[in-house]
């Protein structure tokens, strides 16, 4: 097949077509360059200049502020799990809080025990983690050395729609799955991260925005290619980055910047397909059921069941006839899940509610 289809694929996900059409025409040769981004070295002034404007475009449409470094790392996000504790928390004396929202919240606390002394502040499991916490509901801990949240839990679907105030405790951010996809206050961040397979480029990067001051927290035993401050020293490249990976977050924040217009720009435009797709959910009289409770509805995941096992193998089915694809939901939770990240067109978002209504009204 070498057609295009929709694909809500959770990750790793859609890619925008004008950055996938550049990088092929890119490939034989960059221009000026005269061999490919998968041929050439990561200290040659070409990538070195990839590397910046990365980090430029990045910074300009965060409004990064200068206190706070840009770091290209590998390992996903599951080695962040690791490496914020083994950073922030080992023999420091303090705690660790999680406010655990979903599955990944849970893997990501986890990990912080293998370091030091944990503490869930929060958890949403007892509904099966369908809604968010208020921040006066949060407890805060005297001796925390950071509090983490998810603000996008992808299996669940339920997402964080502000950017939460932790005080005086740096506030940790796992973003794999929203990162960019609205404008985000970054002076209330001690440090915020995200795997690029979701909504910022192919897997094999991980994009970590972290404060100044939380860069010398590491104890000696901390091996550099696991410190923060050491990438920080070296501009990502204590050794080969993945450069493909970089190459083609710039182009998305090219993309970004230009034909969306900014990250404003992007969240209208999420919310839009969101809409289309929540008000099917909505309009179908209980026949789908939506997994997150409304205020907590993400705009990138949106999970939902159908009446039966059997349903909803129908419905999958059906949707793949009609080009829309990977909608299965995570088999931890089952039913239904449809990603619709940054690079979904809106037409998918639309043919996807077309078609659910459609499948509600002859099966209904
Ligand atoms: C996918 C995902 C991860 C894991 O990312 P990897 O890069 O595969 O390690 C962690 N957190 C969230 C919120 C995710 O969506």
């Known amino acids: 097949m070498t057609e295009r289809v929709y694909n809500f694929s959770p990750g790793p996900a859609v890619l925008p077509v004008p950055v996938l059409e550049q990088a092929q025409r890119e490939m034989l040769a960059l221009p000026g360059v005269g061999s490919?981004?998968?041929?050439?070295?990561h200290r040659s002034k070409a990538f070195l200049e990839i590397l910046a404007e990365a980090e430029a475009n990045l910074r300009r449409l965060l409004g990064i502020p200068a206190n706070y470094k840009v770091l290209f790392l590998q390992g996903g996000s599951r080695l962040q799990f690791s490496m914020i504790p083994m950073n922030l928390l080992r023999d420091s004396g303090k705690t660790a809080e999680y406010v655990v929202s979903g599955s990944w919240g849970e893997k990501a606390?986890?990990?912080?025990?293998?370091?030091?002394?944990?503490?869930?502040?929060?958890?949403?499991?007892?509904?099966?983690?369908?809604?968010?916490?208020?921040?006066?509901?949060?407890?805060?801990?005297?001796?925390?050395?950071?509090?983490?949240?998810?603000?996008n839990e992808t299996i669940q679907g339920v997402q964080f729609a502000a950017d939460p105030d932790s005080g005086d405790v740096p506030l940790v951010c796992d973003a794999s799955s929203d990162f960019l996809h609205r404008p985000v206050d970054i002076g209330r961040y001690g440090l915020l991260y995200a795997c690029a397979q979701k909504n910022a480029g192919p897997a094999g990067v991980t994009i970590v925005v972290v404060r100044d001051d939380l860069l010398d927290r590491?104890?000696?035993?901390?091996?550099?290619?696991?410190?923060?401050?050491?990438?920080?020293?070296?501009?990502?490249?204590?050794?080969?980055?993945?450069?493909?990976?970089?190459?083609?977050?710039?182009?998305?924040?090219?993309?970004?910047?230009?034909?969306?217009g900014g990250l404003n720009k992007m969240l209208e435009f999420n919310r839009a397909k969101a809409k289309l797709v929540y008000d099917a959910l909505d309009e179908s009289g209980g026949f789908y059921r939506g997994h997150a409770q409304r205020p907590f509805r993400s705009l990138m995941n949106v999970t939902f069941r159908l009446p039966s096992d059997d349903v909803e193998k129908r419905f999958l089915a059906g949707a793949t006839e009609h080009k829309l694809c990977e909608l299965k939901?995570?088999?931890?939770?089952?039913?239904?899940?449809?990603?619709?990240?940054?690079?979904?067109?809106?037409?998918?978002?639309?043919?996807?509610?077309?078609?659910?209504?459609?499948?509600?009204?002859?099966n209904g």
């Open 36 to 41: 490919s981004i998968l041929e050439i070295s």
């Open 329 to 362: 939901g995570h088999r931890s939770v089952g039913g239904i899940r449809a990603s619709i990240y940054n690079a979904m067109p809106m037409e998918g978002a639309r043919l996807l509610a077309e078609y659910m209504r459609d499948f509600a009204r002859r």
């Open 109 to 151: 606390a986890e990990e912080a025990t293998y370091e030091g002394e944990m503490r869930v502040v929060w958890s949403g499991k007892a509904t099966n983690y369908d809604r968010l916490p208020a921040w006066s509901e949060v407890p805060r801990g005297p001796r925390a050395a950071y509090l983490h949240i998810t603000s």
């Open 218 to 260: 590491a104890p000696k035993s901390v091996p550099s290619m696991l410190n923060y401050a050491a990438y920080a020293k070296e501009n990502s490249m204590q050794n080969t980055p993945n450069t493909f990976g970089i190459y083609v977050f710039m182009l998305i924040t090219r993309w970004l910047e230009g034909e969306i």
